[in-house]
């Protein structure tokens, strides 16, 4: 049993988050655990099991967020849970207008198609904004290319990794693996040579690698950071906010992003619905003055 100090703490953790969702029968509840992007030790996900068994909770569930909901808890039940979930290092999830779970992909530690590694910045990210209090429920996600494996568009604030391609056309053999390579049909042929249409190319970085010859180099990566995207009924791509080639200036601009949404975003409206009441022009010419680099900032 919890001690009446942790009771304490542990109910004002329940009545603060959305960690704890109330199902159809009122005497049982889900919960759901903090897990940043979806990451968990062989160990962590064993004792999960154990401590599930032992509160005679029979099914888990694998969320589209990347976290697990223990579902069926019974409402009497849930402070002695979470206390053993905290014990292996497992905190409580969030659901209510608060930042919830940060979603990341593997990035560059295990895609071959990822541009900008995802372990570290999501590490930062959760640190920082995990379960802040908000006017409206934010996500935030992180794909390390446009592929899009974690629909980060379709988030509140997402982040994107990119690289653009430098072809070198005086040495290209016109062997056509890049233009084979490219999804979007972006590398055509003008007067016999494979050449880049910039309007086409999405910046994923895939013709990079394919060039047998190595001749086509890449820029540094970019962090592409867009807001305002949403699922749901009626689903939504962010605007781009701006692109910045450095971990930290991304890190800090998500920070301004959040900022600005606690200052200025009414509850009960979705971000992408009210994004120009909060004048999100005006704030895009800000960000861009202050973090902008030529030729990676989005047009305003
Ligand atoms: S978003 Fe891109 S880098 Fe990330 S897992 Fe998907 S394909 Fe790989
Ligand atoms: S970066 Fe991607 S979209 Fe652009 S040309 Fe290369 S493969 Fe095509
Ligand atoms: S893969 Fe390399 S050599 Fe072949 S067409 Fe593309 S740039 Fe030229």
């Known amino acids: 049993m919890p001690s009446k100090s942790e009771m304490i703490r542990i109910n004002e953790r329940i009545e603060r988050s959305g960690g704890v969702i109330n199902e159809r029968d009122p005497n049982f509840s889900t919960v759901r655990l903090r897990l940043p992007g979806g990451s968990i030790t062989p160990e962590q996900i ?3 099991g154990r401590i599930s068994r032992r ?3 029979s099914s888990l569930h694998i969320t589209t967020r990347q976290t697990i909901e223990i579902a069926h808890v019974e409402k009497g039940k849930i402070p002695s849970l979470i206390l053993a979930m ?3 290092g497992i905190g409580l999830g969030a659901e209510h207008e608060e930042v919830v779970n940060i979603t990341t992909c593997p990035g560059t530690e295990r895609c071959r198609l990822a541009n900008i590694a995802t372990g570290e910045i999501l590490g930062k990210l959760d640190r920082i904004h995990f379960g802040k209090g908000m006017p409206i429920r934010v996500r935030i996600a992180v794909s390390a290319c446009p592929n899009g494996c974690t629909s980060e568009r379709l988030s509140e604030i997402g982040i ?3 690289r653009v ?8 053999t016109g062997c056509g693996t890049c233009a084979h390579t490219c999804k979007e049909t972006a590398i055509i042929t003008v007067n016999g040579r494979f050449t880049l249409d910039k309007n086409k190319c999405m910046e994923c970085g895939m013709c990079i690698d394919s060039c047998p010859f190595h001749i086509i180099q890449g820029t540094i990566p970019h962090y592409l950071i867009t807001v305002g995207g949403r699922r749901g009924r009626h ?3 962010g605007r781009e906010l701006i692109r910045v080639s450095s971990e930290d200036a991304a890190v800090e601009i998500v920070s301004r992003v959040v900022d600005w949404i606690y200052r200025y975003a009414y509850s009960g409206k979705i971000l992408t619905d009210q994004m120009d009441a909060m004048d999100f022009s005006g704030f895009q010419t800000r960000i861009i003055r202050e973090f902008g ?4 900032e989005s047009p305003a």
Do not use: M, V
């Not at 391609?165 to 290209?172: A, L, M, Q, S, V």
């Open 86 to 88: 905290e014990k292996i």
């Open 160 to 162: 994107t990794g990119l």
């Open 235 to 237: 689903p939504q791509l």
């Open 293 to 296: 680099e030529d030729g990676t």
């Open 55 to 57: 509160f005679g909770i």
């Open 46 to 48: 064993s004792a999960i």
């Open 165 to 172: 391609p430098i072809r070198n056309e005086g040495k290209c």
